[in-house]
T-cell receptor, first 112, second 112 residues
């Protein structure tokens, strides 16, 4: 079974801390990996997409990396802010136009 | 349109009733996906359309669920004889070339 795992399920940090959110997947056949943000009661907002040929992508305070050999991706958030509080989901795509397989997400709380 | 639009945003229905959920993808996006998200879980794949045809419907839980995309743009997810276990957020996403996915805000379905 193709699984995507995100541990821990929840994380609470003080404002200003740099943090890393982990994502692991069981199948090394990966086309791309996408990180999403979901606010309570809302849909998904795409944050970063890493193609299988890439190692990392950056957008502002966010940096996502991909290590296919170990089956891991990380989302690094620099200088966290209370507005970063949300659930962060990673999703793996095994081929173009194939379905995304999601992890359960990590609920992040940044304390002022 | 500029984004993926889903209507209604909320739907409350009685057990046993029929419901339709609508998704209007980004103009020109040929691929359209339906996902279902239960509380505390990541989105789970239901069905994928490439143009007008269902390319993969392996995620539909049973024959009470059906989806159409007759003109290759708007899609409707139809649920017959709704059950309380169908309560979830139903998310729609579209993609131009399978490279990245844009999600709508979802329809929160509550079956009472």
């Amino acid at each position: 079974k193709q699984e995507v795992t995100q541990i821990p399920a929840a994380l609470s940090v003080p404002e200003g801390e740099n943090l890393v959110l982990n994502c692991s997947f069981t199948d090394s056949a990966i086309y791309n990996l996408q990180w999403f943000r979901q606010d309570p009661g809302k849909g998904l907002t795409s944050l970063l997409l890493i193609q299988s040929s890439q190692r990392e992508q950056t957008s502002g305070r966010l940096n996502a990396s991909l290590d296919k050999s170990s089956g891991r991706s990380t989302l690094y958030i620099a200088a966290s802010q209370p507005g970063d509080s949300a659930t962060y989901l990673c999703a793996r795509l095994t081929g173009a136009n194939s379905k995304l397989t999601f992890g359960k997400g990590i609920t992040l709380s940044v304390r002022p | 349109g500029a984004g993926v639009s889903q209507t209604p945003s909320n739907k409350v229905t009685e057990k046993g009733k029929y419901v339709e959920l609508r998704c209007d993808p980004i103009s020109g996006h040929t691929a359209l996906y339906w996902y279902r998200q239960s509380l505390g879980q990541g989105p789970e794949f239901l069905i994928y359309f490439q143009g007008t045809g269902a390319a993969d419907d392996s995620g539909l839980p049973n024959d009470r669920f059906f989806a159409v995309r007759p003109e290759g743009s708007v899609s409707t997810l139809k649920i017959q004889r709704t059950e309380r276990g169908d309560s979830a957020v139903y998310l729609c996403a579209s993609s131009l070339n399978g490279y990245g996915y844009t999600f709508g805000s979802g329809t929160r379905l509550t079956v009472v």
